[in-house]
């Protein structure tokens, strides 16, 4: 195991649609995975994207069927049997479709009497199995979206860079400081990690603008140095690649898409080291 011995868990958030946050929770995983970290990676989205862009052999693929996240949330069951190691350090917990009911009867069931922490109290058992955790989200702000901002010591909330967004990005902070101070004080360690800019065009200026705009925002909401640029940056090659579907854990390094999420990972990294860590051994 690492130096980090404690799993950090980190929620990949925004209820606006597409502004990459599987893609984000995708490539921040191997990414971090390629620096050696044991990551488990946890798709609780309906739409699966995360579990699909994994490239599951068969086998895997059943095993999802049968036990996935959507089983925990419908029977109470332990998340162990969902496991899927998809490479040596990098670890699967599926979603499935299913999810979509799962969320409707968090919400209705009053069987449940803290439903927003299911999630919470299933990952008890990996707390030290792991570096990280990282939980892909809906677009959402509904139970499932909840249960995660719950569970998670940070939340990573990917935005593009349009004037839309940003109304978005007000609401999606305005859920994060109900859930750390509001009444109910459903998790009040929970930090916001980064505001990710993504998909980000530097040759348009109301993109520069609104990163300005973001970079003067107090300390408390950190807008992450690492920017993800949009893939046409990269001209005709940026577009043939990102089709190949290539397993992430096999991408070069240095190529195109990962290269940014490999300098994300390294500044969540310096983020959440211990201090201690990073304090020089006295030689006498
Ligand atoms: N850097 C990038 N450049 C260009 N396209 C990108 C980039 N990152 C992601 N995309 C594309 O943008 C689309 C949305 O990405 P993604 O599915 O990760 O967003 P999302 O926030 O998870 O969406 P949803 O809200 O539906 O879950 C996808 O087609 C993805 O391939
Ligand atoms: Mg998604």
Redesign the pocket.
Known sequence: MSQIKKNKIICVA?Q?????????AAYLGAALARLNRYVLLIDS?P?C?LTYSMELDEAQQEKAQENNLATMYETGSALEPCLIKVRDSLSLIPGAAELMMSEVALDTNAQNSEPERLLKNALVPFAHRFDYTII?C??SQGMLTLNALVAADYVLI?TVASTISLTGLERMIEQVHEIVHGDLALNPELAILGVLL??FRRDRNVELEIEEKLRSLPEEFHVFRTV?????QFGLLGELK?QTGRHLMELSMVSY?LLPYLTLAMEVEKLLLPKTALRQPLDK
């Open positions: 925004n606006k649609g597409g502004v990459a946050k599987t893609t984000t989205d739409q994207s892909d809906p677009p990917p993504t998909r993800i640029p949009d893939r046409s990102a898409s």
